[in-house]
């Protein structure tokens, strides 16, 4: 019974299947008009932000009752599942090349500079310096900088003749990257990505709170509501493509909204995690995600465009290598004390700033 009335509180999964009907049924008479197409696309885009904010929820439930870092890795892993799922849907529609290219930078941007960077500020207006383990940082940026650079740098130098070969070879480096990262996450590093305060240990004469929450139920909905994300963007991809060529904007911006969808149910988590202050949580969500979203998503992209027969482009354009570049050598030095500040945010955020300055140029 218990359960049935918790499930009957899913608005966002309700909300989901009843507009996926509405939409499905109206659909090719919205798409003949240009108000049409905006309506809907602007309502299938706050549709899927609510299921993005279900799919927070849902991760949270799961990461109190798992603790860190099992609670981060679900949510960023849920997350780049929305994204890979979005990414492949629009491609197979669009045709682009460069989508998933372009997305991944955008991911990143969206991530390091506009996450990390909003609750960094968030966090250091309410709490003047923010504490986290330095080894988490210095763990995900040695990362990123080694996946990035296999995964968009070097193509750049590699003969088209064996372009395809060393697509392959990425996607056995990056799960062999990623399952060793993630082993060192969970077991035999934990601690580097562990910062417990006081306030967040659980007293010795006390329970945690934790051990009462179903995980079967919060893992299902879960699912469901990553399932329900993939379906309505496969309307969405329609409406996006039709509203950027009537307005004739860059298909970038396209990425970027896929970007913006995956990154939604980390952005509510971190920011709540920031006025928490627990910084910890918004850098392995930050750091974490970006990571992920190389080695997760570019395996999972090379292998369903070369099983359908399409064309992909991962090498990163000169602006973005420069950006990219700006944004991790600032990492470094900001994340290199164990402590964030508005000033560090402040930066990270201008950089989002001329990111987005940049679509339009």
């Not at 909204?257 to 920031?274: F, H």
Request: aromatic content about 10%; glycine content about 6%.
């Amino acid at each position: 019974m218990q359960l049935l009335k918790d499930f009957s509180k899913e608005y966002s999964l309700f909300v989901a299947i009843i507009t996926y009907f509405i939409i499905s049924h109206f659909e090719h008479t919205l798409v003949q008009t240009t108000v049409g197409n905006l309506i809907g696309f602007g309502v299938l885009f706050a549709v899927i932000i609510y299921a993005a904010m279900s799919v927070a929820h849902h991760a949270e439930m799961l990461a109190e009752k798992f603790g860190e870092p099992y609670g981060t890795l679900i949510l960023t892993i849920s997350a780049v599942v929305v994204e890979i799922v979005i990414i492949v849907i629009m491609m197979l529609h669009e045709h682009n090349p460069v989508l998933a290219r372009d997305t991944i930078y955008a991911a990143i941007m969206l991530d390091i500079n506009a996450l990390l960077g909003l609750a960094a500020i968030i966090g250091g207006i309410k709490y003047g310096e923010q504490p986290y383990n330095v080894d988490s940082s210095n763990s995900y940026l040695s990362m990123l900088l080694v996946a990035i650079g296999i995964a968009m740098v070097v193509p750049h130098f590699i003969d088209a003749a064996h372009i395809d070969m060393y697509m392959m070879f990425n996607v056995v480096m990056f799960i062999l990257l990623y399952i060793t990262f993630t082993r060192i996450q969970v077991t035999s590093h934990k601690y580097f990505f562990e910062y417990n305060t006081e306030d967040e240990a659980c007293k010795v004469d006390e329970e945690c709170e934790h051990h009462d929450i179903n995980g079967w139920y919060h893992s299902i909905n879960l699912v469901v509501a990553i399932i329900a994300i993939g379906v309505l963007s496969e309307i969405l991809a329609i409406f996006m493509s039709n509203t950027l060529q009537t307005y004739g904007l860059p298909l970038t911006i396209g990425a970027v909204g896929v970007a913006v969808i995956s990154a939604a149910p980390e952005l509510i988590t971190a920011v709540r995690a920031a006025v928490d202050n627990r910084m910890q949580t918004v850098i392995n969500i930050a750091l974490g995600a970006s990571l992920a979203t190389i080695l997760l998503t570019i395996p999972a992209v090379i292998l369903v465009t070369r099983y359908m027969d399409m064309g992909l482009d991962l090498a990163i354009t000169p602006v973005q290598g420069v950006m990219l570049g700006l944004t991790l050598l600032v990492s470094i030095v900001n994340f290199n004390d164990g402590e964030t500040n508005v000033l560090e945010g402040f930066l990270h955020v201008i950089l989002f700033v001329v990111f987005a300055f940049l679509l339009f140029v």
